[in-house]
């Protein structure tokens, strides 16, 4: 009676619509007929199996009823089609713009079903409303989120909503680390595809998300763009943070839901197990059997087992011992593999979490059959090989390549991998996305824990992918170092030496010919790689090469030196080591005016008006007021012209502006303007809470700047506040014995002892002069103008 209600509604719905409605509900209309289709087909094997047979011709008329209906939804459909364009002249409508369907979307899988529910769900939200909104698909591991979202982004109804363009941007755990690198790689994408490389391309330097909103607001002719970020595994608060910051609608998957509720205006889209209908639609079409076969019992029991999880499902199907077999022997085999696994497992491992025994029995039982399935020993090698990578890492044919000769591999090897790739990829263990593959969790988690007892093939993985990542050209080729030291940290975690034991770069770069046009990219890549460590003693040597080549192919007055200088004061304070870091600041000193006068021929003959100009100018002023604050005016005239040409090139919002904002403001304090000085900061503030995280490290040295001036300007309770904020997130990014949080310390003491706060003040000061004198020394003149501040204080206190 079921089968035949919703027959009935069907045809009813149809024959009320008119041609348009018709094609435009087609492809809806096509689905929901073939699923009325296998119901018919299940009805009538089930009835058959009852020995029930009087109905058999109902069956017949409701099925031919449906041919009919399919035939003029098929029909309307070629008609309108063939004629589109007189039709839409008639009734007044332009065919819409489709944004193209994102580069990196993973590639449809031929098992695939749709989930409607979800799809219905996710487009309402995100028309929604209110500007762009957060929606997120929520689900366990495997339940099929990131196939939903590139479902969502391939449909008509998203790429006509968001014709502006839509990105994906693959994020995965450990996101909040590389944010910044992260956010500027979505900005190079929204200025790639959807700006079509028009305008300025983002920088290194860039806040991403800051170039993307304001990408968004001038759009196109004024009009601002309406684009969509499908970011796919999210796990950290702070990247829907900066995510939503951008402006765009945000489209996200994770297995987290409080991420998605604790986003102002976020909504949860559930992706749960599958239907039992889905589930065995998955499961034929994997198998590749015909949808309209009947599996035996133990199919149904497999996919119960499988706890309806997509990708369990999947996996389950791909299995050779079913593929292409319809016979209940070949099911009741899998069934038994899986349900044994399950039984050892809780007993073995004491596990009662259901669905982690579950997933462990279906990737132990599909490993064991993907072993003896398998015609080259090279797929289940390469399976376990790629436990080496850090969870969701993209890789290339290549890479898989290197993990399996210990020879230089050639071409042919080369197209020899890519058959197996794509043989793990058919048994859904890989996807594949815009020219590289990506295994799941699970997977790759399962393929970690199964190779620590296989060292036949842990240590040639390990060794080959150390020799691997341990080349000049894999240096240079990472944007983000973070990616490369989670490489290393990948290969500790199988037992291969981290790279501070091998120190490959370094090694590799002593050979190379002081003449190599890629020895300075080289270098620098080595010195980011180096800083993302953490690696201060091989940053600071690696630094002191990059001078020397700058110098030679540069010139000592160039002001790329002063940056490498820089960097070599800043990696001596990092060490703590007074010495060397009052030997970089002489040195600095001494080539200042050097480069000054070189500065100062380029400005006198016009040539100083790119945005590069305007950060080298602020990097001299800044250097300047540091060593050399008899010469402030000068440097305060260097400021306002790098302020003018970022005004004029980036706007007076960019991010930039914000940072020259607050040098020039310190130049200004300097010289005794107060209430100017308190405007820049206020302005570069107001420029960086708006673009910058709550937490940037930029947003307390202006809020240290600004708690001052408020000091003193006796405005002691705002001081209190902005210098707190400031010192909160100085010790939460720079740690608690930095010296920026020793400054701050001393510059919170003195507001508290000017409101009377005697015994705070005191405590904040002797924190400070710890560490300065752990730092620099007793004799340093930082410690002794801390302990001035201090003896004052004392005095006071003895005094009331």
Known sequence: MECVNAVGVLVDRCSRRGLVSRVLKATDDKDEIAGLKQRLEDLEGDLRLAGIATVGGKVEDLKTLL??????????HSQILAN?????????ISPKTLATVPAGTPARKSWHVERRHVMRAVCDALHGEGGPRLVGLVGESGSGKTTAAAEIVRSTEVREAFSDG????SVNDGATERLRALMIHLARMVYEDIGGSVGRRPAGLDDGAAYIRQRMQSGHGGKGLKCLVVADNVWEEAVTSKLLETGMSVLLSTRDEALVRSAEGGVVVGVDELSEEDAMSVLRRASELSPELRLPDDAVELVELCGRVAMDVAFVGRWSTVRGRSD???????????????ERSRVSDNVWDVRAVRRKAVLQAGFEDLAIGSDDERIPRLYLSLAVLPNGHAFTAKDATALLYDRVPCPEDEVSTEELIRTLERWSALRAEGGAYRMHDAHAGFARDSVMDRGYVRKPAVKRWTLRISSLDVLRSFDDPFVLKGLWLAVGRLGGECWRNVRPYAAALTEMDESNPLLLKSLQSLGWFQDAQGDWQSASATCRRILVVKRRQLGADHPHTILTLRALVYCAERLGNAEEMTKWQAELRRVLPLVVARMQLRLDAGEVDGVDDANALNSIASTMLDLAPDDRANAEALMRRSLEIQEAKLGRDDVYVAYNLHHLGVSVHLAGR???AEGLFRRSLEIQEAKLDRDDVWLAYTQHYLGKCARQAGRLDESEELLTRCLGIQEAKLGPDDVEVANT???????????????EAEGLMRRSLTTLEAKFGPEDERVSSALNELRFCVRQATTH
Not at 67 to 76: D, I, P, R, T, Y
Not at 745 to 759: D, K, P
């Open 745 to 759: 310390l001393i510059q919170l003491g003195l507001c508290l002892r000017e409101a009377g706060r005697l015994e």
């Open 166 to 169: 839509i990105v994906w941007l």
């Open 67 to 76: 041919e009919h209906v399919g035939n003029k939804q098929a029909l309307s």
């Open 328 to 342: 209940r022997t070949a099911w009741s085999d899998a069934a038994d593999k899986v349900r044994s696994k399950i």
């Open 674 to 676: 107060l209430d100017e």
């Open 84 to 92: 589109h364009d007189i039709m839409f002249a008639r009734v007044g």
